[in-house]
């Protein structure tokens, strides 16, 4: 039901977030001394602990954030893969050797870095959880995680898998709190590296607390993604791209392709056909499997994202469908903080509505002309998380996603995520990256080792 309190859970303050801190530290020492392998059969059983439950913690998750089950379960699926990825890593994770003059060599160690923290979003709790933990402890990592104060529930269950698996006690800890909890946890002396989702204003201060203790950070933080459909893609396929770039989870997703410049001559079919289908999604209780748009994470949010649509009006957009509050015919719904997907058409630019991330189902309709004019437009913003595009020329689509100044490009597909691939912004929407090989770098450090094997020469 809307609204039920469904636990309470007390803030963890400096002395909890010490002990969560000790505690990490003393499982890392056991943790880092194992070797890849060993390391990736516990992580194999956490993979497959969640594999078998799925449909168990998929609507635990449901519950935690309103999100459909059947984007819960996908979610799921995702998690357990990216254990399952990182298992398999873990194993070949090697240094490199170097031949140098007179017999001498040097070689490197890809070691560790401690104790990390990883702080998570309310919009993909569990699967951002897995998305920090998996390349942290592949890499000898232990981690303190800190879930949103609006989802706390479903990564203490990871917490709970991972020992069943087999790591040992602590090595996974999970703290519960909002600003306050994550500012002890920054700030700790024994805390070696910090990874933030969520948004800009929030990374700036984590980024800022980090420089103090010279730990590194790695951010992934909004969005204001550029979606082009050039007139000679699939419309079919185009109109999916975009309700699968602005609807999943309610549209309260970083990398959602927002803007959608459409080329203005299929500008008004597209328009249609989108806003057509756009009406048709099913809205209400996100546990029915039917469901394809459960409700938005708090009222808060809710107000805040009405607010935006109501701003869009008064500077000139149209609304084409959509943007109201919806009410469920279940009764026990009705308080629910449900609302019709929105389709904005008659944008500009300089609106607000396209500047900034509402973080809700809104999409923005912008017309183009030409290749040049629509990058230029596209890359107009303090963000560069995502982008996409959509033509049948696939010369031209490289093209355009070699000059979008954005970390995660799709070519005639959106918000799609595999775990293999590397994901994170430019500009504003952050640095470092989660996921593919590249998740490692962020989560070792290089040592050099240089062998001598005559005598020193001497200047002295």
């Not at 636990?7 to 977030?17: D, F, I, M, N, R």
Request: include cysteine; charged fraction near 20%; aromatic fraction near 8%.
């Amino acid at each position: 039901c809307p609204g039920r309190v469904l636990c309470k859970l007390p803030c963890s303050g400096e002395k909890e977030v010490d002990l969560a801190v000790q505690s990490a530290k003393a499982a890392f020492k056991i943790w880092s001394q194992m070797s890849g392998m060993e390391r990736c059969r516990v992580m194999l059983e956490a993979a497959r602990i969640i594999r078998e439950q799925r449909d168990e913690i998929a609507t635990m998750e449901t519950i935690n954030n309103g999100k459909s089950i059947f984007e819960a379960r996908v979610d799921i699926d995702i998690s357990w893969q990216c254990l399952e990825y990182y298992a398999g890593l873990a194993g070949s994770l090697a240094g490199e050797h170097i031949q140098l003059p007179g017999g001498s060599f040097g070689y490197t160690r890809r070691e560790p870095l401690g104790v990390c923290v990883g702080i998570g979003a309310w919009n993909y709790p569990f699967q951002i959880a897995c998305w920090k933990s998996g390349p942290a402890l592949a890499c000898g990592n232990a981690m303190v995680f800190k879930p949103s104060p609006f989802t706390p529930i479903s990564v203490v269950r990871l917490a709970e898998i991972f020992t069943e698996a087999g790591v040992p006690k602590g090595l996974f800890n999970v703290v519960q709190g909002g600003a306050a909890t994550g500012q002890f946890l920054c700030q700790h002396p024994d805390v070696a590296k910090i990874s933030f989702t969520g948004s800009v204003p929030t990374g700036m201060k984590i980024m800022e607390m980090a420089a103090k203790g010279i730990k590194p950070v790695t951010l992934e933080l909004g969005g204001k993604s550029p979606l082009i459909i050039f007139s000679d893609a699939d419309l079919e396929n185009a109109v999916r791209g975009a309700l699968m770039a602005n609807f999943l989870t309610q549209g309260e997703v970083c990398c959602n392709g927002t803007r959608v410049f459409v080329e203005r001559k299929i500008l008004d079919t597209f328009t249609k056909e989108v806003v057509k289908r756009t009406q048709k999604i099913k809205i209400g209780d996100p546990l029915l499997e039917d469901t394809r748009m459960g409700a938005l994470i708090n009222k808060p949010h809710l107000n805040r994202v009405q607010g935006f649509i109501k701003q869009a009006k008064e500077q000139g957009a149209a609304v084409l469908c959509g943007g109201d509050l919806y009410v469920p015919d279940d009764p026990k719904l009705k308080n629910g903080y449900y609302m019709r997907p929105c389709v904005l058409g008659n944008c500009k630019d300089d609106m607000t509505c396209v500047k900034e991330e509402i973080f809700g189902p809104v999409m923005a309709i912008l017309p183009f002309d030409t290749e040049e004019e629509v990058v230029e437009r596209a890359n107009a913003t303090k963000f560069g998380l995502a982008g996409g595009v959509f033509t049948r020329d696939i010369q031209k689509a490289h093209r355009v996603v070699a000059a979008l100044k954005a970390g995660m490009c799709f070519i005639n597909n959106y918000n799609v995520s595999p775990v293999e691939l590397p994901f994170g912004g430019y500009k504003c929407s952050g640095f470092g990256r989660e996921n593919g090989r590249a998740a490692i770098e962020y989560y070792s450090q290089l040592k050099t080792v240089c062998v001598e094997m005559g005598e020193v020469e001497s200047v002295f």
